[in-house]
């Protein structure tokens, strides 16, 4: 059976989808703006929402649905699977990972270590939590965040209260500020039927709560590399996940933490496409196509991906001052250009772990400082 793949989304993850779905001959789908990275890839675009109309009109014309972003219309996700559908990742899984607290809630009861947490709506609720943990501490939205939008570091119950009112009385996932020492994921694959692909650890590196570098391996104990990623098998089985799971964690006084998860592939896995014997894109296709899964193994002793992030110029113009740079892998997304904004990325492997993010942050940097030469 070839089934053809429906995609929720056509961002950059699909855009990166399109070519491991080309090799393997899957046919995709995309619900999406035409406008899309993805759309100048994939011939078959419904132009839609992810919404109940969206989503109908999208299994209408696939075997299988999956996803490229977390933001869907679960309940109609639930009620095309109760229908008859394949909906992978399925609801029950997205609406964990699309919910910080849910996550602890679920995971710690399967033994998932999880730093101390609770659930706040007022300034009281909060300054409770630092009586017992003290400031600073990290407030979260438990909906809808990432690279840093919905979370604050509030050092005082006067910037926690202005934390309370901007979000009018919604949940707020409370947290001590963790004395991080190293950011890792874990990536794990997994088929309809259980069977399981775990990619060796890899440490991400943030800036300003954006991910800017991943380096595979992690440079860190075999005993941490284990510990995460039996997390990260640990998480896979207990939500049920299908396609790519990433599982983020932080490394505090010595221990492996939950962070937060996404059930799709990830920026943490970019790397995977030149560092893994399968990338991280392939291996959700399989996964969700109930194919057999591919090898995880790394190709060769190391590999580092830095994030290229729109600065003073459009990357688009400063292609050939990257590629001057040795043995770099270019990825441009096609996303039109502002600053700070996620346009693509550039991998480099080799034996040496420092001299592989020299030369991936150099290529990254001339994607973005300056006017062409």
Same mark, same amino acid.
């Given at each position: 059976?070839?089934?053809?793949?429906?995609?929720?989304?056509g961002?950059?993850?699909a855009?990166?989808?399109?070519?491991? /779905?080309?090799r393997l001959g899957l046919p995709?789908?995309?619900?999406a703006?035409p406008d899309?990275?993805a +759309?100048l890839?994939?011939?078959? $675009?419904i132009d #839609?929402?992810?919404?109940a109309?969206g989503?109908?009109?999208?299994a209408s014309r696939?075997?299988?649905?999956?996803?490229?972003?977390?933001?869907v219309d679960?309940?109609?996700?639930?009620?095309?699977?109760?229908?008859g559908?394949a909906?992978?990742?399925?609801?029950?899984t997205?609406?964990?990972a699309?919910?910080?607290?849910?996550q602890? =809630?679920?995971l710690?009861?399967?033994? %998932?270590p $999880?730093a101390?947490?609770t659930?706040?709506?007022?300034?009281a609720g909060?300054e /409770?939590f630092a009586?017992?943990h003290?400031?600073?501490?990290?407030?979260?939205r438990?909906?809808g965040?990432?690279? #840093?939008r #919905?979370?604050w570091?509030?050092?005082?119950?006067s910037?926690?209260q202005?934390v309370?009112? =901007?979000? +009018?009385?919604?949940?707020l996932?409370?947290e001590?500020?963790?004395p991080?020492?190293t950011?890792? +994921? $874990?990536?794990v694959a997994?088929?309809?039927?259980?069977?399981?692909?775990?990619?060796?650890?890899?440490?991400t590196?943030?800036e300003?709560a954006m991910?800017?570098?991943?380096?595979?391996p &992690?440079p860190v104990s075999?005993?941490l590399?284990?510990?995460a990623?039996s997390i990260g098998?640990r998480?896979?089985?207990?939500?049920?996940?299908?396609?790519m799971? &990433?599982?983020e964690?932080?490394v505090?006084?010595?221990?492996?933490?939950?962070n =937060?998860l996404?059930?799709?592939?990830?920026?943490?896995?970019?790397?995977?496409?030149e560092?893994?014997?399968?990338?991280?894109?392939e291996n959700h296709?399989?996964?969700?196509?109930d194919?057999?899964l591919?090898?995880?193994a790394?190709?060769?002793?190391?590999?580092?991906m830095?994030n290229? %992030?729109?600065?003073?110029s459009?990357p688009r113009?400063?292609l050939?001052?990257?590629?001057? %740079?040795?043995?770099? +892998? $270019?990825?441009l997304?096609g996303k039109?250009?502002?600053?700070?904004r996620?346009?693509?990325?550039?991998?480099?492997t080799?034996?040496?772990?420092?001299?592989?993010? /020299?030369?991936a942050?150099? /290529?990254?940097a001339?994607?973005?400082?300056?006017?062409?030469?």
């Amino acid at each position: 059976m070839r089934p053809t793949i429906g995609i929720v989304g056509g961002g950059q993850l699909a855009w990166m989808m399109a070519p491991a /779905a080309a090799r393997l001959g899957l046919p995709l789908v995309l619900l999406a703006d035409p406008d899309d990275p993805a +759309a100048l890839l994939v011939r078959d $675009v419904i132009d #839609g929402r992810p919404d109940a109309e969206g989503l109908r009109r999208l299994a209408s014309r696939c075997d299988v649905l999956t996803v490229e972003h977390e933001l869907v219309d679960v309940d109609t996700m639930e009620e095309l699977a109760a229908e008859g559908h394949a909906v992978r990742p399925s609801a029950a899984t997205l609406r964990v990972a699309n919910d910080k607290i849910r996550q602890r =809630e679920l995971l710690a009861a399967h033994g %998932v270590p $999880v730093a101390p947490w609770t659930v706040a709506t007022d300034l009281a609720g909060v300054e /409770a939590f630092a009586g017992e943990h003290g400031w600073p501490l990290v407030l979260k939205r438990p909906r809808g965040g990432y690279d #840093g939008r #919905g979370v604050w570091v509030v050092d005082d119950p006067s910037s926690a209260q202005a934390v309370v009112d =901007e979000v +009018a009385g919604e949940d707020l996932l409370v947290e001590p500020k963790l004395p991080i020492e190293t950011e890792l +994921a $874990v990536l794990v694959a997994r088929r309809p039927g259980g069977e399981m692909a775990v990619y060796p650890a890899v440490e991400t590196v943030q800036e300003d709560a954006m991910c800017r570098e991943v380096v595979l391996p &992690a440079p860190v104990s075999e005993q941490l590399t284990a510990r995460a990623e039996s997390i990260g098998r640990r998480v896979a089985e207990a939500i049920g996940s299908v396609g790519m799971l &990433a599982v983020e964690l932080f490394v505090v006084d010595g221990e492996v933490l939950l962070n =937060e998860l996404a059930a799709r592939p990830h920026n943490a896995g970019h790397v995977t496409i030149e560092g893994s014997v399968t990338s991280q894109f392939e291996n959700h296709l399989r996964a969700v196509a109930d194919l057999p899964l591919g090898s995880t193994a790394r190709r060769g002793p190391c590999a580092v991906m830095v994030n290229v %992030v729109g600065e003073a110029s459009d990357p688009r113009d400063r292609l050939a001052e990257a590629l001057d %740079v040795d043995d770099v +892998a $270019v990825h441009l997304y096609g996303k039109s250009f502002r600053p700070g904004r996620k346009l693509g990325h550039v991998t480099v492997t080799d034996a040496d772990v420092d001299r592989a993010r /020299a030369r991936a942050r150099l /290529a990254a940097a001339r994607l973005v400082e300056g006017p062409p030469s």
